[in-house]
Structures are given as C-alpha cells and as structure tokens.
C-alpha cells in the first residue's frame, strides 16, 4: 500500500503523520486490498476559526476509487471524521464486492 500524506498551508509533523496512519490503519484492516491512499491536510485562511481545518483523502482500492473530505476547528478531529467516513465507504463497498450466492444445491437422481 501506498501512502502519502501531504500538507497545504501546514507543515506536516511526525506527530501528525503517526496520528493520521495509525487512524487509516482501521480502513486497512477491514479492507486489505487498498493499493493506495493519498491524504492532503489543509489549514483554509477564513476568518471564522469552526472549520478552518480540512482533510480530505482519496482511496484507490482494487475495483474503484473512493473520495471522503471532512473540516473541523481541530485537525485531529477532522482526521477522526475523515477516516469514519472512509470506514464506512469501504465496509459498504466491501460488502458489495463479496460474492452472496451460496451455489444451488445440485440435483440427486
């Protein structure tokens, strides 16, 4: 697995890059076919300080591609957000890619 975590506007510390892999390391446990993951971390110039702080993260996992996004006053709460919201894209898309059919029982003649 590929990961890359990036910062705008915000210098991204060891503290944070062990927060945030230690974090997506839930998605991967549900989900062991990620291939790669890209992280951007961004601190947004508004003058309101709620939500200034944003994650976003795009996820390439065999079969599709999944975006999730997530702002918040705090970083390390966005980044609980973020990977809440990535947790539930890839146990749904886990589930839709698991194969239900059980086979038909075969005939006795």
């Known amino acids: 697995m590929n990961l890359t975590i990036?910062?705008?506007h915000l210098e991204v510390t060891p503290a944070l890059r062990s927060y945030?892999?230690?974090k997506l390391d839930r998605v991967i446990r549900h989900f062991d076919q990620v291939v790669d993951v890209k992280v951007l971390l961004?601190?947004?110039k508004q003058k309101e300080k709620e939500k200034r702080q944003r994650a976003e993260?795009?996820?390439h996992v065999k079969g599709s591609d999944m975006f999730a996004e997530s702002s918040?006053?705090?970083l390390y709460a966005a980044v609980d957000e973020l990977v809440d919201k990535l947790d539930r894209q890839v146990?749904?898309?886990k589930d839709r890619v698991q194969d239900h059919n059980h086979g038909t029982a075969k005939r006795v003649m």
């Open 6 to 8: 990036s910062g705008h």
């Open 20 to 22: 945030v892999t230690t």
């Open 42 to 44: 961004t601190v947004e």
């Open 57 to 59: 993260c795009n996820i």
């Open 72 to 74: 918040h006053e705090d």
């Open 91 to 93: 146990v749904r898309h």
